[in-house]
């Protein structure tokens, strides 16, 4: 294959890019025109099926400056996957399959959803890890059916991000061999020169963390050293890479190396002499020479001929090691081992009060040897999170003796923003992952970025986030969650469990291990909490569900999580007064958003005023109430019982407002909060 | 004075420490026992008044590994600041003024809130900053009224944090000579071993930021060593410095050196045999030696005389230099200039329609010079946020020559949460400081973390939150905010501002400015508004009011920001159909719920169904309205202006939902929602 070829398969990646820019007169071509030569050289060595874009042994390719994502669209039609050159005229458009950027589940080939800076390089670090546990799990020295690896690009604006800090770090510290990262070192961002708040020395930080550094001073031109550079960093099995490349953004344009050329559309003249200056014609848009085609379908022949030798490997597999191969074979198609639900615990009110943050380790310790995708760690917290079970190893690089690669316990350090962001990048390897990670609820916070994403590109993923409320004590309000429920439960397509007890903590894992679409959060508490009656996984699993049933209410309590016994107790003082108090469990909005109305309607019904209790923000909590009791104002340092008397979540204080509720809407028709105008 | 009169200090601290712990029975007196030494070292040279804690020449502790906070509270009690023994045996008490972390709003002599990991330190570069910034403003050759030094303590913990590397690299980048900060060396994490998740070369990492790294490899024990790093960080002043500070966590407890010291009191036993080995009587709780209290009594008198001298020089100051004395002791007694908010742009609706993030910058560009302690930045979106007047300077190291100290704007690069937790260290610096910073609203949630702290702790900064809808337009649902305002809003004490044009603008802003307690998040269009008719900034200024007033309505329609002139369209629409829509412009829910409820029920009255519009989560909404049309769902990459059309945000969708919520109340008794039982 010659150089020219080459050559003219960069520039056509390049004004396959700025044409799209162009059309869409909106987006990025600046990084395109920098980062093709190496965009080229990764993909023409990748491991990769346009026609299958889930088989497990691809090397994937994450676009951390997801702005660039016209370069990866060019790449993708170039490649022949399911997208053409219509879909690149069509940038950017509504309903496009080329959206502002990288969208994993409506563009074919797109592996992460990429755009918020830092993201894409940290989910790299999970997919790595979870080829690496992948690999350690299931190859076996004769048959190996896992060896792939994951590049990444990433700009300045990724390397300033702290989530990608953390992420890299722990990267480092795993030594993650199989993941290669390129640097576009191109020295601008939107401020203009990098020179204004970006001058650390990066190579000496990434060496810092462990990472095997390699720099390419010629990006722009030097495609030998490009290609060079990935096999050293192959070369290298204990470390990943981070390859600085120093290209010029927006090569070849009239304003190529300024900021001008980061955001906005190249101006007609410009296309023209870059056009012309490459030998293309200045008239034709979307140009693909027939030698460019014939050169990548010649790779694309090559590579499905690989992945034909993989199948054959892996039936080899299946054959030599039925079990295990089964095992893949199960997991790769996205099934959980039969029955495993039969695991989960399940309680009388008989048992004893128990906190959830204990009851979810029992749901862990019950299920761990039944799933062995499930895996996880916490954000520095395990002894506060009760993440780790007993028979966990520490998913390690084995030479550090502390555990080895097979291990599905992940030590992420004091990071929960690389934390959600490394669960998305492990929930994207494919392989039915199921993996989770602990911190407390209040920390989840951190990540709000991570999570956004796993909400968006649809990763069960879940957040086992303990001492959920004021109830944690001592802490204080820098760790008492007030907000933080209102904010995950008003992001689309995030389950947020608060459980009252075992059988709701035992339902919430139910939800989140068979997720294969919406992430989970688990809000678990410090204190004990005893065993409703009542309440089973069944009832639980609906999201919201009568506890204590009473035939024409004055009134019914919603409440979640530790709340929900008290306004057991609360319905019982309300009786001594004559009131008959219903209560409602509602442990996930979000599940019971998904029953029917009729059920709905069932649970908190017109005709009834409805109070809802919860100790922190009542915001949103009108959905489903006429008034609510909560805290709208941050919590105390203190005894978690002193802070809850303090603050009248008491029998007492929930059975005043509730008499007061009932008060208030005497003689006043009352209509369900969930019939609704339209 | 001698050695050992500083290892009797030093050790009171310590059992001062383990006391309260132990008498709270929660806490963590792991790290006061390992830092005491440099905690003794750092205060007996600092420079401060613990009868005036908000002297503006002090120097600055801060604690950024917050569960140490036994420790600071012990100093406070030793140095004589308003904080008494017996305060320290209410350690973590409900109501004590000793919380379980450290709150600047409880604790008289705690600079800033702290616990959240990385948030410390980061606070700690802002201070730093603001000192750098203001004595570039104002000190003179020959008078100086400002030469502070920030120290700050920090853990493994924090330096895992993201938001701590993001803060880290830009205060190396700025050159923050006057920051030191000691790193606590103890290889001890929640998780045991720092080996398991922390094994990158931090010393390293911090050259590569810039910073200026010293060692002092017997922390324990080596005073000498650790007050001589203090002089050599002092020596360097174009650096922050970082000196690694190699500790024993637990020092001379009998499980000293293991995490079993981290989070739990020490026994009985232990703590008897550390008293005895150290001389102190093992019956007797909360000792302090008669000449500690001499000794430090002594350190207190020679500072309460510098405090007496830089008051001596400020009069020099103010008489040499009559009208920069006068603006700073106006901002020293928290008050802006008078009649500033007379520059404050107003509109009529003649003018033309204007982005809000187009306001924006019109408003700062006509109050900057007005208000010389307004400064601000963004991360990395300057073109973007458009939070650069063109008068402004860069605040950069002179030697650059891309600004200077007294520079006004802030480069903050990509770093949203880093740039949050600096806000807070330069609000906390005092003098009046109002400090606003530029993301996407979007990317405010990057920084969770800080925006939290900034309500706990009453940080007045300012969130330039631009690009704060689907109208954005093509960068697509990973930029467009569905659940940001839900979020801010849920937080207490956040003034989350959505003004719907040039009047309004200019009312968040006049609110944020005058604020002394409360962030403010301004969410801003990238699309263009019509100036409305009925709006003003005295209307805005009570954060809703009646902006389309109809005799007897049949509907309401409450909106804010960019879909209240299409409301106003809707209402004119709803006329043609024969209905009466009033229409609500509600730009701000904190400063509308601090006003009185017979004005807020003159807005939102009994007898009328209320629609709320807002282009993302309608989750909250139902506080204020009995019916939500909002977007529960993540949006998508087009044309602003499409977009709208294509979810229905236009006068007609708009106008089609109000119809069906007449037609849904129609017959049925309304109540306001603002009408509550309790």
Same mark, same amino acid.
């Given at each position: 294959?010659?150089?020219?070829?080459?050559?003219?398969?960069?520039?056509?990646?390049?004004?396959?890019?700025?044409?799209?820019? #162009?059309?869409?007169?909106?987006?990025?071509?600046?990084?395109?025109?920098?980062?093709?030569?190496?965009?080229?050289?990764?993909?023409?060595?990748?491991?990769?099926?346009? =026609?299958?874009?889930?088989?497990?042994?691809?090397?994937?390719?994450?676009?951390?400056?997801?702005?660039?994502?016209?370069?990866?669209?060019?790449?993708?039609?170039?490649?022949?996957?399911?997208?053409?050159?219509?879909?690149?005229?069509?940038?950017?458009?509504?309903?496009?399959?080329?959206?502002?950027?990288?969208?994993?589940?409506?563009?074919?080939? %797109?592996?992460?959803?990429?755009?918020?800076?830092?993201?894409?390089?940290?989910?790299? %670090?999970?997919?790595?890890?979870?080829?690496?546990?992948?690999?350690?799990?299931?190859?076996?020295?004769?048959?190996? /059916?896992?060896?792939?690896?994951?590049?990444?690009?990433?700009?300045?604006?990724?390397?300033?991000?702290? %989530?990608?800090?953390?992420?890299?770090?722990?990267?480092?510290?795993?030594?993650?061999?199989?993941?290669?990262?390129?640097?576009?070192?191109? =020295?601008?961002?939107?401020?203009?020169?990098?020179?204004?708040?970006?001058?650390?020395? %990066?190579?000496?930080?990434?060496?810092?963390?462990?990472?095997?550094?390699?720099?390419?001073?010629?990006?722009?031109?030097?495609?030998?050293?490009?290609?060079?550079?990935?096999?050293?960093?192959?070369?290298?099995?204990?470390? $990943?890479?981070?390859?600085?490349?120093?290209?010029?953004?927006?090569?070849?344009?009239?304003?190529?190396?300024?900021?001008?050329?980061?955001?906005?559309?190249?101006?007609?003249?410009?296309?023209?002499?870059?056009?012309?200056?490459?030998?293309?014609?200045?008239?034709?848009?979307?140009?693909? $020479?027939?030698?460019?085609?014939?050169?990548?379908?010649?790779?694309?022949?090559?590579?499905?001929?690989?992945?034909?030798?993989?199948?054959?490997?892996?039936?080899?597999?299946?054959?030599?090691?039925?079990?295990?191969? &089964?095992?893949?074979?199960?997991?790769?198609?996205?099934?959980?081992?039969?029955?495993?639900?039969?695991?989960?615990?399940?309680?009388?009110?008989?048992?004893?009060?128990?906190?959830?943050?204990?009851?979810?380790?029992?749901?862990?310790?019950?299920?761990?040897?039944?799933?062995?995708?499930? /895996?996880?760690?916490?954000?520095?917290?395990?002894?506060?999170?009760?993440?780790?079970?007993?028979? &966990?190893?520490?998913?390690?690089?084995?030479?550090?003796?502390?555990?080895?690669?097979?291990?599905?316990?992940?030590?992420?350090?004091? =990071?929960?923003?690389?934390?959600?962001?490394?669960?998305?990048?492990?929930? &994207?390897?494919?392989?039915?992952?199921?993996?989770?990670?602990?911190?407390?609820?209040?920390?989840?916070?951190?990540?709000?970025?991570?999570? =956004?994403?796993?909400?968006?590109?649809?990763?069960?993923?879940?957040?086992? #986030?303990?001492?959920?409320?004021?109830?944690?004590?001592?802490?204080?309000?820098?760790?008492?969650?007030?907000?933080?429920?209102?904010?995950?439960?008003?992001?689309?397509?995030?389950?947020?469990?608060?459980?009252?007890?075992?059988?709701?903590?035992?339902?919430?894992?139910?939800?989140?291990?068979?997720?294969?679409?919406?992430?989970? /959060?688990?809000?678990?508490?410090?204190?004990?909490?005893?065993?409703?009656?009542?309440?089973?996984?069944?009832?639980?699993?609906?999201?919201?569900?009568?506890?204590?049933?009473?035939?024409?209410?004055?009134?019914?309590?919603?409440?979640?999580?530790?709340?929900?016994?008290?306004?057991?107790?609360?319905?019982?003082?309300?009786?001594?007064?004559?009131?008959? #108090?219903?209560?409602?469990?509602?442990?996930?909005?979000?599940?019971?958003?998904?029953?029917?109305?009729?059920?709905?309607?069932?649970?908190?019904?017109?005709?009834?005023?409805?109070?809802?209790?919860?100790?922190?923000?009542?915001?949103?909590?009108?959905?489903?109430?006429?008034?609510?009791?909560?805290?709208?104002?941050?919590?105390?340092?203190?005894?978690?019982?002193?802070?809850?008397?303090?603050?009248?979540?008491?029998?007492?204080?929930?059975?005043?407002?509730? #008499?007061?509720? /009932?008060?208030?809407?005497?003689?006043?028709?009352?209509?369900?909060?969930?019939?609704?105008?339209?």
């Amino acid at each position: 294959m010659s150089q020219d070829l080459d050559q003219l398969t960069i520039n056509t990646i390049r004004l396959l890019s700025v044409d799209a820019v #162009a059309a869409a007169n909106s987006g990025h071509p600046g990084a395109p025109l920098g980062l093709a030569p190496a965009a080229h050289a990764v993909w023409k060595q990748m491991k990769f099926n346009p =026609r299958d874009t889930k088989w497990i042994n691809r090397d994937r390719f994450i676009l951390s400056n997801g702005h660039a994502c016209a370069l990866l669209y060019s790449l993708l039609v170039l490649y022949g996957y399911d997208l053409e050159v219509e879909d690149l005229k069509q940038f950017r458009q509504l309903n496009s399959k080329t959206p502002g950027h990288p969208e994993a589940l409506d563009v074919p080939g %797109v592996e992460v959803t990429t755009g918020p800076l830092g993201q894409g390089i940290s989910n790299a %670090v999970g997919l790595a890890l979870a080829q690496t546990q992948f690999a350690a799990t299931y190859n076996k020295s004769d048959v190996q /059916i896992s060896n792939s690896y994951t590049y990444s690009f990433l700009g300045d604006g990724c390397l300033m991000e702290g %989530v990608a800090s953390e992420a890299s770090s722990l990267a480092g510290h795993l030594q993650l061999g199989n993941l290669i990262a390129f640097w576009d070192d191109n =020295r601008i961002s939107i401020d203009g020169s990098t020179e204004v708040a970006f001058t650390e020395n %990066v190579v000496e930080r990434y060496k810092a963390y462990g990472w095997h550094v390699l720099e390419v001073p010629h990006g722009d031109t030097d495609l030998e050293g490009i290609a060079n550079a990935i096999e050293e960093a192959k070369k290298v099995t204990d470390k $990943p890479t981070l390859i600085r490349l120093t290209t010029t953004i927006g090569f070849g344009s009239l304003a190529q190396g300024t900021h001008g050329v980061h955001g906005s559309p190249l101006k007609a003249d410009d296309i023209k002499q870059l056009k012309e200056k490459w030998g293309f014609n200045p008239e034709e848009n979307f140009a693909i $020479p027939a030698e460019v085609k014939n050169y990548l379908s010649e790779i694309v022949k090559k590579n499905q001929e690989g992945h034909e030798e993989w199948k054959k490997t892996f039936d080899q597999y299946k054959q030599k090691y039925p079990e295990l191969g &089964a095992e893949v074979q199960r997991r790769l198609d996205g099934k959980l081992p039969e029955g495993w639900e039969k695991n989960l615990p399940t309680y009388t009110p008989q048992d004893k009060a128990v906190a959830t943050r204990k009851l979810s380790e029992i749901v862990l310790q019950s299920v761990y040897d039944a799933v062995p995708e499930l /895996i996880g760690g916490s954000a520095d917290l395990t002894p506060s999170n009760l993440t780790r079970t007993t028979s &966990a190893v520490d998913f390690q690089p084995p030479s550090t003796g502390l555990g080895d690669y097979s291990g599905r316990y992940i030590r992420y350090g004091v =990071r929960e923003h690389g934390m959600g962001a490394i669960m998305n990048g492990i929930a &994207a390897f494919g392989a039915n992952y199921k993996n989770y990670g602990g911190t407390f609820l209040n920390f989840v916070s951190y990540a709000a970025g991570a999570v =956004r994403l796993s909400a968006l590109s649809h990763h069960p993923v879940t957040w086992v #986030a303990t001492h959920d409320s004021i109830g944690l004590g001592e802490d204080g309000p820098t760790h008492q969650p007030i907000e933080t429920l209102a904010h995950f439960r008003a992001i689309p397509n995030v389950s947020v469990w608060r459980p009252a007890d075992g059988n709701e903590t035992s339902a919430a894992y139910k939800s989140a291990i068979s997720s294969t679409s919406t992430p989970h /959060i688990i809000a678990l508490t410090r204190q004990n909490l005893p065993q409703l009656e009542g309440s089973s996984i069944e009832n639980a699993s609906k999201g919201g569900y009568t506890l204590v049933k009473q035939d024409n209410p004055d009134v019914i309590i919603v409440a979640s999580g530790s709340e929900v016994s008290i306004a057991v107790d609360a319905s019982k003082k309300l009786a001594e007064e004559g009131f008959k #108090a219903g209560v409602v469990s509602l442990p996930d909005f979000f599940t019971f958003d998904n029953q029917s109305q009729s059920y709905r309607l069932s649970v908190l019904p017109d005709g009834v005023p409805i109070i809802s209790v919860e100790v922190m923000s009542t915001f949103g909590w009108s959905k489903y109430s006429h008034e609510q009791f909560g805290l709208n104002r941050f919590g105390a340092s203190g005894k978690g019982p002193e802070l809850y008397k303090f603050f009248e979540f008491t029998p007492e204080g929930i059975a005043d407002r509730a #008499a007061k509720t /009932i008060q208030f809407y005497k003689g006043k028709p009352v209509l369900s909060p969930l019939n609704r105008a339209f």
